[in-house]
């Protein structure tokens, strides 16, 4: 795919990065020159130096047939105008990431689509979305639904209390026959190998380790993690970004006790008149002494979100030695992700991400719905929908040739989820949940396509 990227900061270069491990077309464009000198020397891509509004620059960077224009510059407004000006001059689809939410909120009734600009993203929104699930299921460290819910991908640390640690998958699924669920995923304890699990495959303590499962299965998972459910009720947020206002909004209209601790005076009084379901506390959240003030023993979740992720990562570890459940941290540095699981972090949270994600299944072949990169580890999870047309269609799973580093999650058929079992049939319009390893997914996508 031939693809144009607007904008050489966090979400552009990651995006870049990710992209040209695929062997893709990539062009990126920024007026900074360093930024684009960094890019240029790091990853295998086409840099332009210049303006992504101006109309000669984008014809020379040959945007009549690109395949995609993603507009992820500091500026929601040369967003909007790259992708409506790419998709003018020929462009086929055209994402851009935006600041106001409100656009998101109301894209349907605004009609974005007809201006030229396929898709709105906003990388706080959706930190804010994950940090509200990771909110709401307290024993698990990762989570992503699909179809609002229909299934669920949840991730966990494998504790001596596991009861299936030292057994198979097949024993574990013996163990708990009224629990519907599969194991798709499993990093070793102290490595970065990721494994997709096969029925004899076992457990060990210390492995993070991915399941899915359907609606009425959710809950029960907290059988398999050893551990009782705790409510969460108390949350306190440190930073009132962008990412710290929606998720205390989103918290709060969900009936939680909020308390949001924000260092800058002038913004804490603002947080304070629009937020009348919060508690706003203007104070340094590094303070060990104003945590303790504020009672940080009797918070059940504490979540970072200021600027900086050594700061985020700093007050988690504080709020876990002062007894918090549930600790989650805001960071830039992907290489964070594996140090948060051996100092006791639960989750991390990282916008170039999630950004990432979103745009990514734009990237792949077949119809591709939804799709997420597990945290810290070499797989990806694509949901495709079937088509008459589709290798796949009319053949029950197990007679599939699917690769080896490669498992089925699920099949959600008419807003149903069902975890995958190899006599299902499948039929035009069922979704399916793949978990798949990178060196695979191009034979997952001629499948689908």
Do not use: W
């Amino acid at each position: 795919m031939k693809i144009i990227i607007a904008g050489a900061g966090e979400v552009g270069f990651h995006l870049s990065k990710l992209l040209s491990f695929e062997s893709q077309d990539i062009t990126l464009i920024d007026p900074d020159a360093e930024s684009l000198e960094y890019a240029d020397s790091h990853l295998d891509i086409r840099t332009i130096k210049g303006d992504a509004t101006s109309i000669l620059l984008l014809h020379d960077a040959q945007i009549k047939g690109a395949d995609l224009v993603v507009g992820v510059t500091s500026s929601e407004t040369t967003n909007i105008t790259i992708c409506v000006l790419a998709k003018q001059l020929g462009a086929k689809r055209t994402i851009a990431r935006i600041r106001n939410t409100e656009f998101i909120e109301h894209k349907d009734v605004v009609g974005f689509e007809q201006f030229g600009i396929d898709e709105l993203i906003s990388p706080e929104s959706l930190a804010a979305k994950e940090i509200e699930s990771l909110v709401k299921q307290s024993a698990f460290n990762d989570t992503f639904e699909f179809d609002e819910g229909a299934l669920s991908m949840i991730g966990f640390k494998l504790s001596r209390n596991a009861p299936f640690l030292g057994k198979t998958l097949k024993e574990a699924q013996n163990i708990f026959p009224d629990i519907p669920f599969v194991c798709i995923a499993i990093q070793r304890y102290g490595t970065q190998f990721t494994l997709i699990p096969r029925g004899d495959t076992e457990f060990k303590e210390g492995d993070q380790a991915y399941f899915m499962s359907s609606r009425q299965g959710s809950e029960q998972l907290y059988k398999l993690t050893g551990k009782q459910k705790q409510e969460i009720k108390n949350v306190m947020i440190l930073g009132g970004s962008k990412i710290g206002k929606q998720t205390a909004k989103e918290l709060a209209e969900a009936k939680f006790n909020v308390k949001l601790v924000e260092k800058d005076r002038e913004k804490a009084f603002e947080l304070a008149d629009e937020m009348n379901d919060t508690l706003i506390i203007n104070g340094d959240g590094r303070n060990v002494g104003l945590l303790e003030e504020e009672n940080i023993h009797d918070m059940d979740a504490f979540i970072s979100v200021t600027g900086n992720s050594e700061t985020n990562i700093m007050s988690c570890l504080v709020a876990k030695s002062k007894g918090v459940k549930k600790t989650i941290a805001l960071v830039e540095n992907m290489d964070y992700f594996q140090l948060s699981h051996s100092i006791g972090i639960n989750s991390l949270i990282n916008k170039k991400l999630l950004a990432a994600n979103t745009i990514f299944r734009y990237v792949r072949k077949g119809e591709v719905v939804a799709m997420t990169k597990l945290n810290n580890l070499n797989a990806e999870l694509l949901e495709f929908i079937v088509h008459k047309k589709s290798k796949v269609c009319g053949k029950r799973i197990v007679d599939i040739d699917f690769p080896r580093s490669t498992i089925v999650g699920g099949v959600v058929r008419k807003g149903k989820g069902m975890i995958a079992s190899g006599d299902i049939l499948i039929e035009p319009g069922d979704r399916i949940v793949v978990c798949s390893l990178p060196r695979s997914i191009h034979k997952i996508e001629k499948l689908f396509s």
